[in-house]
């Protein structure tokens, strides 16, 4: 359990057993100044209902049940009536009152951003194919660059299952701007490769309580970037558009790293540039975007680059986008990328905005991950 988790357990345990000070004192089983007024027995019992509303509460959110911040609102309200009727000696509960309610309604707003997505995910998995008869087999590639089939078999994806669903999970650091604070996140991605799409979750702490809320997702041909501060407030609302749509194909193009298979794939193309340097077409619809794949002597991708919008509005002008390989290690028995950054290259300077570890990679296993509460 977390430090802010312990410390807001406690707040409830000890806010809902003072409630039942005011039941002990309505059936006259202690004598206290701490509320020294007569209380009827009818009211003592709404004192002992609101303080098993906070203690049921607590045990809720100790576990990490969804609904404990339901009843921690209904308990602040009966309980800030009973305080309002006896505000002489019981005025000061109205602080915790006032701090649960605004912890409840935290967490009320990621649970509504997080129900949101996890539809959207379950829609987003019924429309990927099944079928896992097609094998990535030695003679499937040789039409394809020699790096590029070095690659695909320093990866040992040869002779396995093309993968038409992956999922995984990152855990990383982020900041908005170059100057700002890296802020730790959390992050959930599913990908359908059989037909360019993909949706990404990502929980990003601020500060334990302050949490921005994300979904970026490529699904008809179409990007799309949601985020919300504290689940509630929008930061970012980007439709589809040129700048969107073509945003979210790089970027699924680049993270073809992480599903080698793919590059078999019918809508991507290839060019060598030099024996090293490798550009990839992805077609898709009426569009296509490009990006370069650079490897070492031995078949690992070394980086991503491509020109990119830096922003979804009709303003956002393309900047160098690249991301870095930093470490490998086995994912899903394939050897895989599993520590990257991310920058920009501006005019001004380089702007590194994302550090990045994939925790756990899946293929062609056709289920969400369970949610985390």
Known sequence: MSSYKLVFSILLFLHGSIHGIGFLRAFNLINTSILPEDISRSVGLLWLFAGVLFLVSMGGHAYGFYWWFQLAVLAVILSQVLIIMMWKDSKFGTIPNCIILVVAFITWGANRFNAQ????????????PSNLSATISAGSIQNLPPIVRKWLDFSKVIDKPKASFVRLKQTGAMKTKPDGDWMSFEAVQ???????EFIWTVNVTMNPLVHLYGR?????NEGEMLIKLLGWFNVVNEGP?????????IRYLGEMCWYPSMATSEYISWQELTPLRVKATLEDGDSEVSGIFNFDESGQILSFEADRY???????ERERWVVNILEYKELDGKILPSTCEVTWKFKTGDFTWLQLEIEELNSNVFKLYEPVD
């Open 216 to 220: 970026d997702r490529l699904t008809a």
């Open 310 to 316: 830096y922003g979804g509005n009709a303003n956002a």
């Open 117 to 128: 997505v996890h539809q959207e995910q379950r829609i987003f998995l019924q429309k990927v």
């Open 241 to 249: 558009s040129v700048q969107m749509n073509t945003g979210a194909k």
């Open 190 to 196: 599913y990908i359908n490769t059989s037909n360019p």
